[in-house]
Protein backbone atom coordinates (compact mmCIF):
# COMPACT_ATOMS: atom_id res chain seq x y z
CA UNK A 1 0.00 0.00 0.00
CA UNK A 2 1.16 3.33 -0.81
CA UNK A 3 0.38 4.99 1.90
CA UNK A 4 1.94 2.13 4.28
CA UNK A 5 5.11 2.80 1.70
CA UNK A 6 5.25 6.17 2.58
CA UNK A 7 5.27 5.65 6.53
CA UNK A 8 8.29 2.61 6.15
CA UNK A 9 10.09 5.76 4.20
CA UNK A 10 9.19 8.76 6.82
CA UNK A 11 10.62 5.73 9.85
CA UNK A 12 13.22 4.25 7.70
CA UNK A 13 15.17 7.63 6.98
CA UNK A 14 14.22 9.05 10.36
CA UNK A 15 16.25 6.08 12.10
CA UNK A 16 19.20 5.93 9.70
CA UNK A 17 19.52 9.55 9.78
CA UNK A 18 19.44 9.59 13.59
CA UNK A 19 22.13 6.51 13.92
CA UNK A 20 24.00 8.61 11.60
CA UNK A 21 23.58 11.82 13.57
CA UNK A 22 24.37 10.75 17.49
CA UNK A 23 28.42 8.96 16.52
CA UNK A 24 28.61 12.61 14.12
CA UNK A 25 27.52 14.93 16.46
CA UNK A 26 29.44 13.29 19.79
CA UNK A 27 32.57 11.97 18.11
CA UNK A 28 34.72 14.93 17.41
CA UNK A 29 34.00 16.03 20.77
CA UNK A 30 35.77 12.64 22.18
CA UNK A 31 39.32 14.59 22.81
CA UNK A 32 37.30 16.80 25.39
CA UNK A 33 35.42 13.82 26.85
CA UNK A 34 37.02 11.65 29.97
CA UNK A 35 37.41 8.20 28.85
CA UNK A 36 35.15 6.24 30.67
CA UNK A 37 32.54 9.17 30.39
CA UNK A 38 29.82 9.43 33.19
CA UNK A 39 26.76 7.89 32.33
CA UNK A 40 24.24 7.53 35.56
CA UNK A 41 23.22 9.50 38.38
CA UNK A 42 20.83 9.19 40.93
CA UNK A 43 18.93 11.59 42.24
CA UNK A 44 20.28 15.06 41.49
CA UNK A 45 23.56 14.34 43.15
CA UNK A 46 27.19 13.68 40.86
CA UNK A 47 27.31 10.42 38.76
CA UNK A 48 27.82 6.77 40.27
CA UNK A 49 27.75 4.95 37.16
CA UNK A 50 29.84 4.98 34.16
CA UNK A 51 30.53 3.58 30.67
CA UNK A 52 32.34 3.87 27.28
CA UNK A 53 31.21 6.55 24.97
CA UNK A 54 30.44 4.14 22.30
CA UNK A 55 28.44 2.10 25.19
CA UNK A 56 26.65 5.26 25.73
CA UNK A 57 26.26 6.13 21.69
CA UNK A 58 25.19 3.01 21.08
CA UNK A 59 22.43 2.95 23.73
CA UNK A 60 21.31 6.06 22.44
CA UNK A 61 21.45 4.74 18.72
CA UNK A 62 18.93 1.56 20.52
CA UNK A 63 16.92 3.90 22.57
CA UNK A 64 16.53 6.07 18.64
CA UNK A 65 15.42 2.41 16.85
CA UNK A 66 13.28 1.50 19.11
CA UNK A 67 11.18 5.04 19.12
CA UNK A 68 11.20 4.57 15.09
CA UNK A 69 9.73 1.10 15.58
CA UNK A 70 6.94 2.14 18.01
CA UNK A 71 6.24 4.96 15.46
CA UNK A 72 6.02 2.52 12.22
CA UNK A 73 3.60 0.46 14.72
CA UNK A 74 1.24 3.18 16.00
CA UNK A 75 1.00 4.15 12.14
CA UNK A 76 0.98 1.05 10.35
CA UNK A 77 -3.13 0.67 11.14
CA UNK A 78 -4.05 3.76 9.51
CA UNK A 79 -1.20 6.09 8.00
CA UNK A 80 -3.38 7.89 6.02
CA UNK A 81 -6.16 8.82 8.84
CA UNK A 82 -5.12 12.43 10.44
CA UNK A 83 -5.26 11.18 13.65
CA UNK A 84 -3.24 8.34 13.55
CA UNK A 85 -0.28 10.41 11.48
CA UNK A 86 -0.67 12.80 14.11
CA UNK A 87 -0.04 10.41 16.90
CA UNK A 88 2.73 8.89 14.91
CA UNK A 89 4.45 12.26 14.11
CA UNK A 90 4.00 13.56 17.21
CA UNK A 91 5.91 10.78 18.87
CA UNK A 92 9.08 10.50 16.45
CA UNK A 93 9.25 14.23 17.15
CA UNK A 94 9.04 13.80 20.89
CA UNK A 95 11.25 11.00 20.84
CA UNK A 96 13.78 12.67 18.76
CA UNK A 97 14.18 15.07 21.12
CA UNK A 98 14.27 13.62 23.88
CA UNK A 99 17.51 11.24 22.73
CA UNK A 100 19.12 14.25 21.29
CA UNK A 101 18.45 15.73 24.82
CA UNK A 102 19.33 13.03 26.85
CA UNK A 103 23.13 12.44 24.45
CA UNK A 104 23.14 16.69 25.00
CA UNK A 105 22.69 16.10 28.74
CA UNK A 106 25.57 13.45 28.80
CA UNK A 107 27.90 15.22 27.04
CA UNK A 108 27.26 18.20 28.61
CA UNK A 109 27.78 17.12 32.04
CA UNK A 110 31.30 15.33 30.69
CA UNK A 111 32.17 18.30 28.81
CA UNK A 112 36.13 19.13 29.50
CA UNK A 113 36.30 16.84 32.82
CA UNK A 114 39.37 14.62 33.67
CA UNK A 115 37.92 11.74 35.27
CA UNK A 116 33.81 10.56 34.96
CA UNK A 117 33.54 11.22 38.49
CA UNK A 118 34.20 14.88 38.42
CA UNK A 119 31.26 15.00 35.90
CA UNK A 120 28.65 17.68 36.66
CA UNK A 121 25.29 16.62 38.48
CA UNK A 122 21.89 15.73 36.64
CA UNK A 123 19.79 18.25 38.32
CA UNK A 124 16.48 18.15 38.46
CA UNK A 125 16.19 21.40 35.81
CA UNK A 126 18.35 19.52 33.34
CA UNK A 127 15.20 16.96 33.11
CA UNK A 128 12.55 19.34 33.03
CA UNK A 129 14.06 20.94 30.59
CA UNK A 130 14.27 17.70 28.93
CA UNK A 131 10.62 16.64 28.91
CA UNK A 132 9.13 20.29 28.51
CA UNK A 133 11.66 20.56 24.81
CA UNK A 134 10.23 16.70 24.26
CA UNK A 135 6.86 17.90 24.67
CA UNK A 136 7.36 21.11 21.96
CA UNK A 137 9.03 18.49 19.53
CA UNK A 138 5.53 16.68 20.15
CA UNK A 139 3.67 19.69 19.64
CA UNK A 140 5.55 20.70 16.41
CA UNK A 141 5.27 16.56 14.90
CA UNK A 142 1.38 16.72 15.88
CA UNK A 143 0.93 19.66 13.72
CA UNK A 144 2.99 18.32 10.89
CA UNK A 145 1.46 15.22 10.78
CA UNK A 146 -2.05 17.17 10.41
CA UNK A 147 -0.77 17.92 7.13
CA UNK A 148 -2.77 16.18 4.37
CA UNK A 149 -5.58 14.88 4.15
CA UNK A 150 -8.01 12.35 5.87
CA UNK A 151 -8.28 9.18 3.83
CA UNK A 152 -9.24 5.71 4.78
CA UNK A 153 -10.61 3.06 2.61
CA UNK A 154 -13.47 3.79 1.17
CA UNK A 155 -16.79 1.36 1.68
CA UNK A 156 -17.32 -0.20 -1.03
CA UNK A 157 -19.69 1.05 -3.33
CA UNK A 158 -22.92 -0.82 -4.08
CA UNK A 159 -23.79 -2.90 -0.99
CA UNK A 160 -24.83 -6.61 -1.64
CA UNK A 161 -28.65 -7.42 -0.58
CA UNK A 162 -30.45 -10.25 0.93
CA UNK A 163 -34.57 -10.67 -0.72
CA UNK A 164 -36.75 -10.09 1.71
CA UNK A 165 -40.19 -10.90 0.78
CA UNK A 166 -43.34 -9.05 2.29
CA UNK A 167 -44.47 -9.74 5.48
CA UNK A 168 -41.12 -11.84 5.87
CA UNK A 169 -39.03 -11.19 9.45
CA UNK A 170 -35.39 -12.09 8.53
CA UNK A 171 -32.80 -12.49 10.94
CA UNK A 172 -28.93 -13.49 11.14
CA UNK A 173 -27.23 -14.98 13.83
CA UNK A 174 -23.69 -15.33 13.32
CA UNK A 175 -20.78 -16.66 15.89
CA UNK A 176 -17.33 -16.41 16.20
CA UNK A 177 -14.83 -18.03 19.64
CA UNK A 178 -11.35 -17.75 19.59
CA UNK A 179 -9.75 -20.92 21.55
CA UNK A 180 -6.46 -19.51 22.55
CA UNK A 181 -8.68 -16.69 24.62
CA UNK A 182 -10.70 -19.50 26.11
CA UNK A 183 -7.57 -21.18 27.13
CA UNK A 184 -6.34 -18.24 28.20
CA UNK A 185 -8.95 -16.95 30.34
CA UNK A 186 -9.49 -20.55 32.02
CA UNK A 187 -5.49 -20.35 32.49
CA UNK A 188 -5.71 -17.33 33.59
CA UNK A 189 -8.53 -18.30 36.20
CA UNK A 190 -7.57 -21.33 37.80
CA UNK A 191 -3.74 -19.88 38.22
CA UNK A 192 -5.32 -17.45 39.66
CA UNK A 193 -7.57 -19.26 41.89
CA UNK A 194 -5.50 -21.42 42.81
CA UNK A 195 -2.84 -18.53 44.07
CA UNK A 196 -5.89 -17.06 46.10
CA UNK A 197 -6.52 -20.33 47.95
CA UNK A 198 -2.63 -20.96 48.61
CA UNK A 199 -1.99 -17.22 49.77
CA UNK A 200 -4.90 -17.95 52.47
CA UNK A 201 -3.33 -21.24 53.77
CA UNK A 202 -2.56 -20.52 57.61
CA UNK A 203 1.46 -21.39 56.87
CA UNK A 204 0.95 -21.82 52.80
CA UNK A 205 3.64 -21.32 50.64
CA UNK A 206 2.67 -18.09 49.61
CA UNK A 207 2.83 -14.71 51.32
CA UNK A 208 -0.43 -13.91 53.01
CA UNK A 209 -0.51 -10.42 51.16
CA UNK A 210 -0.37 -12.10 47.37
CA UNK A 211 -3.81 -13.38 47.76
CA UNK A 212 -4.94 -9.31 46.02
CA UNK A 213 -2.04 -10.13 42.91
CA UNK A 214 -3.88 -13.36 42.50
CA UNK A 215 -7.09 -12.03 42.86
CA UNK A 216 -6.11 -9.88 39.33
CA UNK A 217 -5.13 -12.77 38.05
CA UNK A 218 -8.56 -13.95 38.03
CA UNK A 219 -10.36 -10.78 37.22
CA UNK A 220 -7.84 -10.78 34.03
CA UNK A 221 -9.05 -14.16 33.10
CA UNK A 222 -12.32 -13.90 33.65
CA UNK A 223 -12.27 -10.82 31.23
CA UNK A 224 -10.71 -12.94 28.48
CA UNK A 225 -13.00 -15.61 29.01
CA UNK A 226 -16.01 -12.59 28.78
CA UNK A 227 -14.45 -11.66 25.23
CA UNK A 228 -13.74 -14.90 23.94
CA UNK A 229 -16.61 -15.72 21.97
CA UNK A 230 -19.52 -13.41 20.47
CA UNK A 231 -22.63 -13.67 19.45
CA UNK A 232 -23.99 -10.98 16.46
CA UNK A 233 -27.29 -10.75 15.34
CA UNK A 234 -28.74 -8.90 12.81
CA UNK A 235 -33.00 -8.15 12.99
CA UNK A 236 -35.58 -5.63 12.36
CA UNK A 237 -33.58 -4.17 15.23
CA UNK A 238 -30.00 -3.60 13.46
CA UNK A 239 -27.05 -5.11 14.71
CA UNK A 240 -26.32 -6.42 18.29
CA UNK A 241 -23.04 -8.01 19.44
CA UNK A 242 -23.27 -10.36 22.73
CA UNK A 243 -20.01 -11.56 24.17
CA UNK A 244 -19.20 -14.12 26.70
CA UNK A 245 -20.48 -17.72 27.55
CA UNK A 246 -23.52 -15.31 29.44
CA UNK A 247 -24.24 -13.20 26.33
CA UNK A 248 -23.73 -10.12 28.15
CA UNK A 249 -25.33 -7.56 25.54
CA UNK A 250 -22.36 -4.93 24.46
CA UNK A 251 -23.23 -3.34 21.42
CA UNK A 252 -26.25 -2.68 20.09
CA UNK A 253 -26.39 -0.21 16.69
CA UNK A 254 -29.96 0.39 15.76
CA UNK A 255 -30.83 0.16 12.25
CA UNK A 256 -31.81 3.43 11.38
CA UNK A 257 -28.21 4.82 12.53
CA UNK A 258 -26.67 2.48 10.09
CA UNK A 259 -25.41 3.48 6.88
CA UNK A 260 -23.92 0.88 5.34
CA UNK A 261 -22.44 -2.71 5.78
CA UNK A 262 -19.84 -4.80 4.03
CA UNK A 263 -17.60 -7.74 5.01
CA UNK A 264 -13.79 -7.27 4.93
CA UNK A 265 -10.72 -9.60 6.17
CA UNK A 266 -8.98 -8.24 8.87
CA UNK A 267 -6.38 -8.92 11.21
CA UNK A 268 -5.89 -7.96 14.41
CA UNK A 269 -2.70 -6.16 13.26
CA UNK A 270 -4.78 -3.89 11.90
CA UNK A 271 -7.25 -3.54 14.20
CA UNK A 272 -4.65 -3.30 16.62
CA UNK A 273 -4.67 -6.21 18.37
CA UNK A 274 -6.91 -8.75 19.94
CA UNK A 275 -10.39 -7.91 21.86
CA UNK A 276 -11.93 -4.82 22.05
CA UNK A 277 -10.28 -2.13 20.26
CA UNK A 278 -10.96 1.56 19.87
CA UNK A 279 -9.12 3.02 17.39
CA UNK A 280 -8.85 6.20 14.64
CA UNK A 281 -10.37 4.05 12.02
CA UNK A 282 -13.14 2.56 14.08
CA UNK A 283 -14.22 0.07 16.71
CA UNK A 284 -13.48 -3.33 16.50
CA UNK A 285 -14.40 -6.56 18.07
CA UNK A 286 -11.15 -8.53 17.01
CA UNK A 287 -11.23 -12.20 18.29
CA UNK A 288 -9.54 -13.75 15.17
CA UNK A 289 -8.19 -12.70 12.23
CA UNK A 290 -10.16 -12.87 9.18
CA UNK A 291 -13.85 -11.99 8.09
CA UNK A 292 -15.06 -9.50 9.87
CA UNK A 293 -18.94 -7.81 9.57
CA UNK A 294 -18.10 -3.60 9.33
CA UNK A 295 -20.82 -1.63 10.15
CA UNK A 296 -20.45 2.34 9.01
CA UNK A 297 -22.91 4.26 10.49
CA UNK A 298 -24.90 7.26 9.47
CA UNK A 299 -22.42 9.78 10.87
CA UNK A 300 -19.21 7.91 9.09
CA UNK A 301 -17.72 5.93 12.60
CA UNK A 302 -17.10 2.36 11.85
CA UNK A 303 -17.57 -0.72 13.92
CA UNK A 304 -16.12 -3.63 12.67
CA UNK A 305 -16.78 -7.37 14.28
CA UNK A 306 -14.84 -10.51 13.12
CA UNK A 307 -17.39 -13.43 12.59
CA UNK A 308 -17.68 -16.30 10.15
CA UNK A 309 -19.93 -15.53 7.25
CA UNK A 310 -20.19 -11.62 7.71
CA UNK A 311 -21.22 -11.23 4.00
CA UNK A 312 -24.90 -12.63 4.50
CA UNK A 313 -24.66 -10.61 7.90
CA UNK A 314 -24.28 -7.45 6.31
CA UNK A 315 -26.08 -8.55 2.86
CA UNK A 316 -29.36 -8.64 5.58
CA UNK A 317 -28.33 -5.61 7.39
CA UNK A 318 -28.69 -3.69 4.09
CA UNK A 319 -31.87 -4.55 2.68
CA UNK A 320 -33.39 -4.17 6.12
CA UNK A 321 -32.56 -0.93 6.29
CA UNK A 322 -33.59 -0.37 2.89
CA UNK A 323 -37.16 -1.39 3.27
CA UNK A 324 -37.43 0.27 6.38
CA UNK A 325 -36.05 3.51 5.03
CA UNK A 326 -38.87 3.31 2.90
CA UNK B 1 -10.32 -20.80 11.93
CA UNK B 2 -10.85 -20.63 15.57
CA UNK B 3 -12.87 -22.81 16.60
CA UNK B 4 -16.29 -24.06 15.69
CA UNK B 5 -18.40 -21.62 13.96
CA UNK B 6 -22.37 -21.69 13.46
CA UNK B 7 -24.18 -19.48 10.98
CA UNK B 8 -27.53 -19.88 10.28
CA UNK B 9 -30.02 -17.17 8.51
CA UNK B 10 -33.44 -17.90 9.31
CA UNK B 11 -36.73 -16.60 7.16
CA UNK B 12 -39.41 -15.93 9.29
CA UNK B 13 -43.13 -15.62 7.54
CA UNK B 14 -45.24 -13.58 9.53
CA UNK B 15 -47.70 -13.03 7.37
CA UNK B 16 -50.80 -11.68 8.98
CA UNK B 17 -52.73 -14.49 7.13
CA UNK B 18 -50.60 -16.96 8.83
CA UNK B 19 -52.83 -19.00 11.04
CA UNK B 20 -50.36 -21.75 11.99
CA UNK B 21 -49.50 -21.24 15.51
CA UNK B 22 -45.89 -19.80 16.14
CA UNK B 23 -43.89 -22.60 17.06
CA UNK B 24 -44.83 -24.29 13.61
CA UNK B 25 -43.91 -20.85 12.27
CA UNK B 26 -40.57 -21.49 13.75
CA UNK B 27 -40.27 -24.89 12.98
CA UNK B 28 -40.54 -23.91 9.10
CA UNK B 29 -38.10 -21.49 9.21
CA UNK B 30 -35.40 -23.24 10.52
CA UNK B 31 -36.63 -26.48 8.09
CA UNK B 32 -36.42 -23.91 5.07
CA UNK B 33 -32.39 -23.05 5.96
CA UNK B 34 -31.99 -26.82 6.28
CA UNK B 35 -33.50 -27.11 3.08
CA UNK B 36 -31.73 -24.21 1.48
CA UNK B 37 -28.64 -25.76 3.10
CA UNK B 38 -27.73 -22.42 5.06
CA UNK B 39 -26.72 -25.03 7.21
CA UNK B 40 -25.10 -27.88 6.40
CA UNK B 41 -25.10 -31.74 8.01
CA UNK B 42 -23.67 -31.90 11.79
CA UNK B 43 -23.17 -27.93 11.77
CA UNK B 44 -24.70 -26.41 15.03
CA UNK B 45 -28.05 -24.60 15.04
CA UNK B 46 -28.05 -21.65 17.61
CA UNK B 47 -29.45 -22.74 21.16
CA UNK B 48 -32.87 -22.07 21.56
CA UNK B 49 -32.28 -19.36 23.66
CA UNK B 50 -30.59 -17.35 20.76
CA UNK B 51 -33.05 -17.99 18.12
CA UNK B 52 -35.93 -16.99 20.54
CA UNK B 53 -34.42 -13.98 21.50
CA UNK B 54 -34.01 -13.09 17.40
CA UNK B 55 -37.62 -14.41 16.47
CA UNK B 56 -38.66 -12.31 19.16
CA UNK B 57 -40.75 -15.61 20.52
CA UNK B 58 -40.68 -17.11 23.97
CA UNK B 59 -37.70 -19.74 24.42
CA UNK B 60 -40.46 -22.08 24.94
CA UNK B 61 -41.75 -21.54 21.86
CA UNK B 62 -38.70 -21.86 20.18
CA UNK B 63 -37.83 -25.43 22.05
CA UNK B 64 -41.23 -27.05 21.06
CA UNK B 65 -40.21 -26.17 17.40
CA UNK B 66 -36.33 -27.46 17.76
CA UNK B 67 -38.31 -30.80 19.22
CA UNK B 68 -40.90 -30.78 16.68
CA UNK B 69 -37.64 -31.24 13.91
CA UNK B 70 -35.97 -33.56 15.49
CA UNK B 71 -38.68 -35.86 15.77
CA UNK B 72 -38.91 -35.34 12.23
CA UNK B 73 -34.99 -36.34 11.87
CA UNK B 74 -33.87 -32.95 10.28
CA UNK B 75 -32.04 -32.03 13.96
CA UNK B 76 -30.41 -34.02 16.61
CA UNK B 77 -29.85 -33.03 20.03
CA UNK B 78 -26.20 -33.90 21.85
CA UNK B 79 -25.94 -33.13 25.11
CA UNK B 80 -22.88 -31.06 25.52
CA UNK B 81 -22.57 -30.66 21.98
CA UNK B 82 -25.45 -28.41 20.77
CA UNK B 83 -28.09 -28.97 18.18
CA UNK B 84 -26.94 -30.20 14.98
CA UNK B 85 -28.03 -30.66 11.71
CA UNK B 86 -28.81 -34.26 11.15
CA UNK B 87 -30.14 -34.50 7.04
CA UNK B 88 -28.99 -33.10 4.16
CA UNK B 89 -31.24 -30.01 2.36
CA UNK B 90 -33.42 -33.03 0.58
CA UNK B 91 -34.56 -34.32 3.50
CA UNK B 92 -35.16 -31.00 4.38
CA UNK B 93 -37.83 -30.65 1.81
CA UNK B 94 -39.58 -33.76 1.59
CA UNK B 95 -40.18 -33.73 5.28
CA UNK B 96 -41.51 -29.93 3.78
CA UNK B 97 -43.19 -31.46 1.42
CA UNK B 98 -45.21 -34.30 3.28
CA UNK B 99 -45.95 -31.46 5.61
CA UNK B 100 -47.59 -29.82 2.57
CA UNK B 101 -49.48 -33.13 1.80
CA UNK B 102 -50.79 -34.14 4.90
CA UNK B 103 -52.47 -30.40 5.15
CA UNK B 104 -54.02 -30.19 1.78
CA UNK B 105 -55.48 -34.03 2.44
CA UNK B 106 -56.90 -32.24 6.26
CA UNK B 107 -58.52 -29.43 3.84
CA UNK B 108 -60.20 -31.99 1.51
CA UNK B 109 -61.40 -33.78 4.60
CA UNK B 110 -59.36 -36.96 4.10
CA UNK B 111 -58.14 -38.67 7.08
CA UNK B 112 -54.88 -39.53 8.00
CA UNK B 113 -55.78 -43.08 8.04
CA UNK B 114 -56.84 -42.70 4.58
CA UNK B 115 -53.78 -40.71 3.61
CA UNK B 116 -51.60 -43.34 4.62
CA UNK B 117 -53.61 -46.17 2.34
CA UNK B 118 -53.04 -43.68 -0.67
CA UNK B 119 -49.31 -43.66 0.20
CA UNK B 120 -49.14 -47.47 0.55
CA UNK B 121 -50.96 -48.09 -2.49
CA UNK B 122 -48.91 -46.15 -5.01
Redesign the interface.
Known sequence: MATRRSLALVTGVSAVTGAALIPLVSLPLRDRLPDPIATHWSGGGPPDGSGSLTAALLICCGMWATICAGALVLGWSGWGRRAVRTRTVASLFAGAVFTAGVLGLILNANLDRSSWRDAGGMGAGGIALLLLASAAGGLIGALLGRVGADSREPAPGAPRR?R?????????????????M?LLGWALTGLGALGVLLALVPAGPLPRSSWSGALALVIGGVAALALS?A?V?V?ARGLGIAAGPL?LPIRRIPLNRIGTAWAEDRSPAQAGGWGYRVGPAGTTMM??G?ECLVVENTGGRRFAVSV??AE?GAS?LNSLRESSAT | MNGASIISIMLLRLAPGDPRPLHEQAASAIRRAITAGEVAPDERIPPARDLAQALGINPNTALRALRQLREEGLLEFRRGRGIRVAARPEDGHLVERARELVAEAERLGVSRAQLITLIEGV
Open positions: IIGAGERAVWIGYVHSRSISRTDRLRGDDRL
